[in-house]
């Protein structure tokens, strides 16, 4: 199958076609209009079923692989690491938009990559909703920090009280949304009651993996799930004499790794398999932030148990495999 490269930014996309041994370049806008170019550009040369990839780049690849879909293409979404550690392994130099496309194109073609469809419309809402919220605690973070400081002059003092108020209006006001879409879908309301079952895990934190996990429960194993949010632990060794420190990978979803941190925190005092497992690794001589990250992989194990097997958490159950 002839496979499409696709290199996009926020105002256009460069796609790379590759056709056996030949290469056709074209750029186009990011937008619908520009989509039905493609479509154009792509029946031109005789193409009507395509293998297309493009990188996970922000919000912007999600329309055109959204169209690239519909029309029956396969849609292949990677990494953006994926495919620097390609370009590497060609100890390729020049980077443009049309060299990178192209670059895409060739990975493509070298891999077995898994197919990418969209999200249904439900997840996608609660996926928007979710990453607001989140975007919204951490803006009045940065001012609440900001307002300690003993410099700032009155009236930015009470500018940043105002803009901090305005912000817990504005995340009562998202919560509550969260919960009515979730309320309003039976089968995200079952699985929300089942996550927020397990001591550490609420409202907020639930919404946060069933929306960034919105298929977790078709992962193979609970290695999966924390390797997919970038959980599992990396080791630094070669030969003999080099031990490095053992370090959470950190590839994968940033948002699940950031929603987790605090839960895992308070699950180590209020959740029996938490409790335990830190104990344990306490007495081993862990430092404490790898104990954490031991904490955030363990609620993410216990979420995908309790989503996969439809029963709560059960204490007695998670002791015997802490």
Not at 140 to 161: E, F, G, I, M
Not at 237 to 266: C, D, E, F
């Amino acid at each position: 199958m002839d496979t499409l490269g696709i290199d996009i930014s926020k105002l256009d996309f460069h796609a790379a076609l590759l056709q056996g041994d030949r290469v056709a370049k074209k750029s186009f806008p990011n937008s619908e209009k520009g989509f039905v170019q493609l479509d154009a550009w792509l029946r031109n040369r005789k193409v009507h079923k395509i293998s297309t990839c493009m990188e996970a780049t922000g919000a912007y690849w999600y329309a055109l692989a959204a169209h690239l879909f519909e029309g029956g293409h396969s849609v292949a979404v990677v990494n953006p690491r994926r495919i620097k550690a390609f370009a590497e392994s060609e100890l390729l130099r020049s980077k443009t938009d049309a060299v990178d496309a192209a670059l895409i194109a060739r990975f493509a073609a070298t891999q077995r990559l898994e197919p990418w469809k969209p999200l249904p419309p439900e997840i996608v809402e609660l996926q928007g909703l979710a990453r607001h919220l989140e975007f919204l605690k951490r803006s009045r973070t940065q001012h609440a920090l900001r307002s300690q400081n003993p410099n700032l002059p009155t009236s930015v003092k009470r500018s940043t009280k105002k803009l901090i108020h305005e912000f817990d209006v504005q995340i009562a006001e998202l919560e509550r949304a969260i919960k009515d879409h979730i309320d309003r879908h039976p089968d995200l309301k079952t699985k929300s009651d089942l996550l927020n079952s397990i001591p550490g895990i609420g409202d907020t934190t639930a919404a946060t993996i069933l929306s960034e996990m919105p298929t977790i429960t078709e992962f193979r194993s609970s290695q999966a799930v924390a390797a997919y949010a970038g959980l599992s632990p990396r080791l630094h060794q070669s030969g003999t004499s080099i031990r490095g420190k053992t370090r959470l990978s950190k590839i994968g979803n940033s948002r699940l790794r950031r929603a987790l941190y605090m839960p895992a925190v308070v699950a180590m005092r209020c959740n029996p398999t938490l409790k335990a497992l830190s104990l344990r690794l306490a007495a081993a001589g862990k430092v404490p932030m790898v104990i954490v990250g031991a904490m955030m992989r363990k609620l993410l194990t216990l979420a995908y148990g309790v989503l996969k097997s439809g029963k709560p958490y059960d204490p007695a159950f998670g002791l015997q495999h802490a």
